[in-house]
């Protein structure tokens, strides 16, 4: 089992930045790939970011490239998003997952096998 908890949600103001940060327990952290995925209400959960074991390959959705930025620690056990640029249609639950392919840098979030509870982020106009 691994434990992920987020952390650094908030309301903040359009053009505004968050980090966000993701802890795990409970596994080897280096041994999964991470994800981000977001749902806004009445919306479908989607992909935001994903970076394979070692942080060498990131992989963005277009909504957030050039914005949002994924790196992870492993000697933290932390996976971290920096948003910059935040637009209200960012306001979404934010959620991290981690897959048991750590290579693999997935945009589906079937494949991910472990969640967290997720943290609000909310940007007004």
Do not use: H, I
């Amino acid at each position: 089992q691994v434990q992920l908890v987020e952390s650094g949600g908030g309301l903040v103001q359009a053009g505004g930045s968050l980090r966000l940060s993701c802890a795990a327990s409970g596994r080897t952290f280096s041994n999964y790939a991470m994800g981000w995925f977001r749902q806004a209400p009445g919306k479908e959960r989607e992909f935001v970011a994903a970076v394979d074991w070692s942080g060498g390959s990131t992989y963005y959705a277009d909504s957030v490239k050039g914005r949002f930025t994924l790196s992870r620690d492993n000697a933290k056990n932390t996976v971290y998003l920096q948003m910059n640029s935040l637009k209200p249609e960012d306001t979404a639950v934010y959620y991290c997952a981690a897959d048991a392919v750590p290579w693999g840098v997935t945009t589906t979030s079937n494949e991910y096998d472990y969640w967290g509870q997720g943290t609000q982020v909310t940007v007004s106009p």
